[in-house]
């Protein structure tokens, strides 16, 4: 191992006085650890998205205010989309926030970002044949077991349900640190698929009521999500409200879940206002080394009438990734990965998903509406309709693709869904249509976990001047996603810096 200071080195007329040691993360990789991180430090995060926005948010709350987010997109957000017409905003991404979203309503509260409370939701039975449906509770839509095809009795829900929590609250030591995973692959029992961990504690009565947040949202069949992630989206504060938030309750705890007035992408909206946020930034090459990360890239300049693409380079001390790690994300941004990185992008695995949204007329029974039973992949398993006692029939539907299912055939079985609902698609009004796949849940599977990818992902943390966050490091879920970024940024930013 060899040791090498870095004293004093002018950077940008500032002074940054910092220490730097080589080590050895993975054999063969030399990698360049920095230590200590003085407050003047130049810090660039790419991605505009929770992820890069908390991390610039919690950086400059402790005095860290040379920092700036590089978006290639025109809007900031990421899986966070919102559209707004006639004054009413829908979210086209994240929607709903809960009673556990404590750091993200913290920040609402501090850029006023307001919310209010959903109404009750219904779901949708469709028969096997789809030739007829109907609409029905969703509380007797999850009295039953999808793999016995068994219907539970109310009694036996609602102990699996107290048993739950109970169980989750003696997890609570393990799953709800910020650095849960960091430690995981220890906690062998844990390291199962949700189904198989469901079924060992006898819970599987709560499968039906758990597909709708986990499957029909995205991140898989119950046997396929690794239970780490599952436990900490499910946690005391999400999954408590979901069964038992009703009168009295609702007094004491608040109405749950809710959304945001102005839609979830316009809170980060108003975050970028507090941080230094450049968009439409398109990244050609990442150099990193001794001297610092150096940032080629192109961006449009207005002169006059005239759009003109101007390149530019800057010289960073920091790198923060907060960008979705896919296959060819270090080929996008032209950074040759080192060994850590190349390992950990060949194994990460990402679930997409899209949002379909059309102007339909037909009246829904509830403003959200999940499919169960579920129907086969590659049809809509939700369908969602915000503002509808205003008049609204701008109508969404979630969808998990299949691997080899085009867009086209996504909406196609969107517009045969709204066939069978009996309503009529407005095509009138282009404005009104809209499609996206979004790169969704960047996970492990549980083998993988278990033998300490996160372990790995952690001791990459500052590696070659480079610091990670996002889905890739935690569960693909605004609030935890937040609350690894304070994390990070407290552990590997903050300590021994005071704010100025």
Same mark, same amino acid.
């Given at each position: 191992?060899?040791?090498?200071?870095?004293?004093?080195?002018?950077?940008?007329?500032?002074?940054?006085?910092?220490?730097?040691?080589?080590?050895?993360?993975?054999?063969?990789?030399?990698?360049?650890?920095?230590?200590?991180?003085?407050?003047?430090?130049?810090?660039?995060?790419?991605?505009?998205?929770?992820?890069?926005?908390?991390?610039?948010?919690?950086?400059?709350?402790?005095?860290?205010?040379?920092?700036?987010?590089?978006?290639? /997109?025109?809007?900031?957000?990421?899986?966070?989309?919102?559209?707004?017409?006639?004054?009413?905003?829908?979210?086209?991404?994240?929607?709903?926030?809960?009673?556990? =979203?404590?750091?993200?309503?913290? +920040?609402?509260?501090?850029?006023?970002?307001?919310?209010?409370?959903?109404?009750?939701?219904?779901?949708?039975?469709?028969?096997?044949?789809?030739?007829?449906?109907?609409?029905?509770?969703?509380?007797?839509?999850?009295?039953?077991?999808?793999?016995?095809?068994?219907?539970?009795?109310?009694?036996?829900?609602?102990?699996?349900? &107290?048993?739950?929590?109970?169980?989750?609250?003696?997890?609570?030591?393990?799953?709800?640190?910020?650095? =849960? /995973?960091?430690? &995981?692959?220890?906690?062998?029992?844990?390291?199962?698929?949700?189904?198989?961990?469901?079924?060992?504690?006898?819970?599987?009565?709560?499968?039906?009521?758990?597909?709708?947040?986990?499957?029909?949202?995205?991140?898989?069949?119950?046997?396929?999500?690794?239970?780490?992630?599952?436990?900490?989206?499910?946690?005391?504060?999400?999954?408590?409200?979901?069964?038992?938030?009703?009168?009295?309750?609702?007094?004491?705890?608040?109405?749950?879940?809710?959304?945001?007035?102005?839609?979830?992408?316009?809170?980060?909206?108003?975050?970028?206002?507090?941080?230094?946020?450049?968009?439409?930034?398109?990244?050609?090459?990442?150099?990193?080394?001794?001297?610092?990360?150096? +940032?080629?890239?192109?961006?449009?300049?207005?002169?006059?009438?005239?759009?003109?693409?101007?390149?530019?380079?800057?010289?960073?001390?920091?790198?923060?990734?907060?960008?979705?790690?896919?296959?060819?994300?270090?080929?996008?941004?032209?950074?040759?990965?080192?060994?850590?990185?190349?390992?950990?992008?060949?194994?990460?695995? +990402?679930?997409?998903?899209?949002?379909?949204?059309?102007? +339909?007329?037909?009246?829904?029974?509830?403003?959200?509406?999940?499919?169960?039973?579920?129907?086969?992949?590659?049809?809509?398993?939700?369908?969602?309709?915000?503002?509808?006692?205003?008049?609204?029939?701008?109508?969404?539907?979630?969808?998990?693709?299949?691997?080899?299912?085009?867009?086209?055939?996504?909406?196609?079985?969107?517009?045969?869904?709204?066939?069978?609902?009996?309503?009529?698609?407005?095509?009138?009004?282009?404005?009104?249509?809209?499609?996206?796949?979004?790169? =969704?849940?960047?996970?492990?599977?549980?083998?993988?976990?278990?033998?300490? &990818?996160?372990?790995?992902?952690?001791?990459?943390?500052?590696?070659?001047?480079?610091? =990670?966050?996002?889905?890739?490091?935690?569960?693909?879920?605004?609030?935890?996603?937040?609350?690894?970024?304070?994390?990070?940024?407290?552990?590997?930013?903050?300590?021994?810096?005071?704010?100025?």
């Amino acid at each position: 191992m060899v040791d090498l200071e870095l004293n004093d080195v002018a950077h940008h007329g500032v002074i940054v006085a910092r220490s730097a040691r080589h080590i050895r993360a993975h054999p063969g990789n030399l990698m360049t650890r920095i230590d200590a991180v003085d407050c003047n430090a130049s810090i660039a995060v790419i991605g505009a998205g929770p992820a890069g926005l908390s991390t610039a948010w919690f950086l400059s709350r402790h005095g860290f205010h040379n920092v700036t987010v590089l978006e290639k /997109l025109g809007q900031i957000g990421g899986l966070c989309k919102s559209l707004t017409v006639d004054g009413m905003s829908y979210d086209l991404g994240a929607n709903y926030v809960t009673w556990a =979203y404590q750091e993200t309503l913290k +920040i609402a509260g501090e850029v006023g970002a307001t919310t209010y409370a959903e109404k009750p939701y219904t779901s949708i039975d469709i028969a096997p044949d789809w030739s007829s449906f109907k609409y029905r509770s969703l509380m007797e839509a999850v009295l039953y077991d999808p793999y016995t095809k068994s219907t539970i009795s109310w009694w036996t829900f609602l102990w699996a349900a &107290i048993r739950y929590l109970y169980v989750r609250w003696q997890l609570r030591g393990i799953i709800d640190a910020p650095d =849960y /995973l960091d430690n &995981i692959h220890e906690h062998g029992e844990l390291c199962v698929d949700f189904k198989a961990w469901l079924a060992k504690q006898d819970l599987m009565p709560l499968a039906t009521l758990f597909q709708f947040p986990i499957t029909i949202m995205g991140y898989g069949q119950l046997d396929d999500i690794a239970a780490p992630y599952a436990l900490r989206y499910m946690s005391i504060r999400t999954f408590f409200p979901m069964v038992f938030g009703h009168g009295p309750v609702n007094w004491i705890i608040g109405t749950w879940p809710r959304r945001f007035t102005d839609g979830f992408q316009r809170l980060w909206e108003r975050v970028s206002w507090r941080v230094n946020v450049r968009l439409n930034v398109n990244i050609t090459s990442i150099e990193r080394s001794a001297a610092g990360v150096r +940032i080629e890239m192109e961006y449009p300049e207005q002169d006059l009438n005239d759009i003109k693409i101007v390149k530019d380079t800057k010289l960073y001390d920091y790198l923060v990734l907060a960008c979705p790690l896919t296959t060819d994300v270090f080929a996008r941004l032209g950074l040759a990965p080192n060994v850590a990185e190349q390992k950990l992008n060949r194994e990460i695995q +990402i679930n997409p998903y899209c949002m379909t949204t059309f102007w +339909i007329d037909m009246k829904m029974e509830a403003p959200v509406a999940p499919v169960l039973p579920l129907t086969e992949q590659g049809t809509p398993w939700a369908v969602a309709r915000q503002f509808q006692d205003s008049g609204n029939m701008f109508t969404q539907f979630y969808t998990r693709p299949t691997d080899n299912q085009t867009n086209d055939q996504v909406i196609a079985e969107v517009k045969r869904l709204t066939k069978l609902l009996g309503g009529t698609i407005d095509t009138s009004q282009p404005r009104w249509h809209t499609f996206d796949e979004f790169t =969704y849940f960047q996970h492990f599977t549980p083998e993988q976990i278990k033998t300490g &990818i996160y372990a790995d992902l952690a001791r990459m943390q500052g590696g070659d001047r480079t610091f =990670y966050v996002g889905g890739a490091t935690d569960f693909e879920l605004v609030e935890p996603i937040v609350v690894h970024s304070k994390y990070i940024v407290e552990k590997h930013f903050a300590g021994g810096v005071r704010a100025t």
